[in-house]
């Protein structure tokens, strides 16, 4: 009955799904830190951002969560944009501890303000509510959820689109130039401050697509960005800073293994599971499976 | 610039001293008044300046742990486990329940010891969330899940509120005290020297002979056992309960906000932000809400960075200086 191949595909496409959260995110942290070398801590802040925009946008204006999630990913986009502008790029070049205290508290800042339009309308949860909640491809083998097809559809067309952006446009190629060496890039003639400016956008729009994600499969409160945050630093380590590649099967990867551990070893060890296969990779190989690429 | 570190070994005004004026004033202000509230605002600050001296003493040693509440939390749970589970009086497992943190904080700096910067900060920050799952979870028969534990009381039964208030008082100013010249006396002494200079330059560090694996784990260890300090003191002392929220991000970023508030990498400035970042708090939380208020913390937190990158301290010396009423600033 549990090897039963309709129930583990089942939980595949399930731990697909919310690998597809933890690949945005840490795609969207991986490139911020190729080329900026900051973390940005409160991606997980930024994610539910984006998912609080997309509810809002659905709850109080009725639009389809499908479109919303454009907006809150162009909303987020502008955030992330102003958070370099007016907090990053004053630091660049100071100390170390100045980076990490924004990173840091950004978070508190985000949190809090999302606490205080969120908790007094909506409680401790919300969960955005598509057309299709209750709706079912039956493929023989499994049940696929409308909202997992169009999900996992929606995720893969942005990566598309990412990916076009990095490798086929001229913008891209001194994106990735910038990432392998800033200051060679920087002679070359290209505008660093511009390209930070972008990678922090595009990361932040991508937080937004993740965190409308999350919002759409479980229950949300302004405090739930943390953990997976947290599980998308994981990914970046294990994928190797800076390595887009890394970010995307890491993450994916993560997914899978939480799905199948939560299945099969039950939910208390859903997160703790993922957390172990980090301490894991840092013991053995603290660079990273795949190495940043230089 | 940045001083380093003999120089600034050198300027740092006799602690001793400063030790002495921190007792006077608490006295003094024990003498005028019993207000209630103020003595806990104040017995908060200490504990937690306790804290913020260990996050500071990690710190020190070029370690920015971004998952101090780990060692908090461990603290708080060994010493109250201790008392209630085997009886050990508060005041015993106040001093050993923090060598569960102190163990645990050698082992994330022996794991932790090649990586620096923005991947030590990611790996602390998560184990906090790891270490929350396990007790809630794994020891879940031990620690009552999330309702948390009740702790017994360091004070014995029967003071009065007032008598309670200040016993609590006191014992967070003596311990604050005795921290503050445990770590300002080892900041001076060769280990402080290594910590800093594993700091500057950890390259350096190693070609000139220190052996950076060893003092940076020894920092982990060192700071695990304060600040499971702070954590069961507040335990038994001021919130009598303990439960998984304070595995939270904001109990692991306020050491940090403290701590670059009063002037990093020295053995005061962690006092001097905690008390005046709190009491800020305080004043504040009387205008404002909850959220508004840690806003408002952040954002003027931010002003102090970006214009006294240094933090207080150095102003408050400066200002000590100019006074003239004694020259604390020495060349």
Known sequence: ?294 | MAPTAASRARRTPPSLGIALGMVAGAALLLAVTRELFLLQVLTFVFIFAIYAQSWNLVAHSGQFSLGHATFLGLGGYASILLARNLGLPPAVSLFVGPLLPALVGLGIGRLCVRLREWYLGMVTFGFTAITQLLVVEQFGWLTNRWDGLEAPRLLPAGLSVEGAAVGNYLIGLGLMVATYLAVASLMRSRTGLAFATIHDNELVAGVSGVDVRRYRILAMGAGGYLAGLAGALNGHTLTRHISPGVFGIEDSIWPLLYSIAGGLRTPEGPILGTLVVRLFWELMLRRLGGFESLITIVLMLAVIVRFFPQGLYPLVLRGVAAVGARPAVRR
């Open chain 1, 1 to 294: 009955m549990i090897l039963d191949p309709g129930v583990l595909l089942q939980v595949l496409i399930w731990g697909l799904v919310i690998g597809s959260v933890y690949m945005l995110l840490a795609t969207g942290l991986t490139l911020i830190f190729g080329v900026m070398k900051v973390i940005n801590f409160a991606h997980g802040e930024l994610m539910m951002t984006g998912a609080f925009l997309t509810f809002l946008l659905w709850h109080a204006l009725g639009l389809h969560p499908y479109l919303g999630v454009f907006v809150s990913m162009a909303g987020v986009g502008l955030l992330g944009i102003a958070v370099e502008r007016l907090g990053f790029r004053p630091l660049r070049g100071t100390a170390k501890i100045n980076e990490i205290f924004l990173s840091i508290a950004l978070i508190l800042i985000l949190q809090n303000a999302l606490a205080r339009a969120f908790i007094p309308y909506f409680r401790e949860y919300a969960q955005i509510r598509t057309p299709y909640a209750h709706r079912v491809f039956d493929l023989g083998l499994l049940n696929l959820r409308y909202d997992f097809a169009i999900l996992l559809g929606l995720t893969w067309a942005v990566m598309l689109g990412l990916y076009l952006l990095l490798f086929r446009t001229e913008f891209g190629r001194e994106m990735r130039g910038t990432s392998q060496n800033r200051l060679a890039a920087a002679l070359m003639g290209i505008d660093v401050g511009r390209i930070d400016t972008a990678s922090f956008g595009i990361g932040a729009g991508l937080a937004a697509l993740a965190g409308s994600l999350y919002g759409i499969i479980n229950p949300f409160s302004p405090y739930s960005g943390t953990l997976p945050a947290i599980k998308a630093f994981a990914v970046i380590i294990l994928g190797g800073l800076g390595s887009i590649r890394g970010a995307v099967l890491g993450g994916l990867l993560y997914g899978v293994v939480e799905g199948f551990a939560t299945f099969f070893l039950g939910g208390a060890w859903r997160d703790a599971t993922a957390f172990i296969l980090l301490l894991l990779v840092l013991l053995v190989r603290p660079e990273g499976i795949f190495r940043e690429r230089a």
